[in-house]
């Protein structure tokens, strides 16, 4: 999970780069979906990468605009596949 946080008043200069040239992110790196907080002008950005240096690139072609906090996930059925086997979970949890 990717939070983004502009830059003081960077707004319409990061929706003006987006429009012009996109998210600009490696072949590495797949977008999954971003949710932003309107008050507080966060932005949290769902990623696939296969490791944290992946992101590098595309982090410094926004960090004029843009600070960054990268928090590794995982998903909820790895997270438990490291307690239990897959037929011990309890219905809801994958």
């Known amino acids: 999970m990717v939070v983004e946080r502009f830059k003081g008043g960077s707004e319409a200069a990061v929706g003006e780069r987006f429009r012009r040239c996109g998210r600009m992110m490696p072949e590495t790196v797949k977008y999954l979906a971003s949710w932003i907080e309107p008050g507080t002008l ?22 004029d ?21 897959p037929e011990e979970w309890v219905p809801g949890t994958t």
């Open 42 to 63: 966060r932005c949290f950005q769902l990623m696939e990468a296969p490791d944290r240096e992946s992101l590098n690139p595309w982090m410094e072609r926004w960090e």
């Open 65 to 85: 605009l843009m600070e960054f906090e990268i928090v590794p996930v995982e998903t909820s059925r790895e997270f438990w596949a490291k307690f239990y086997p």
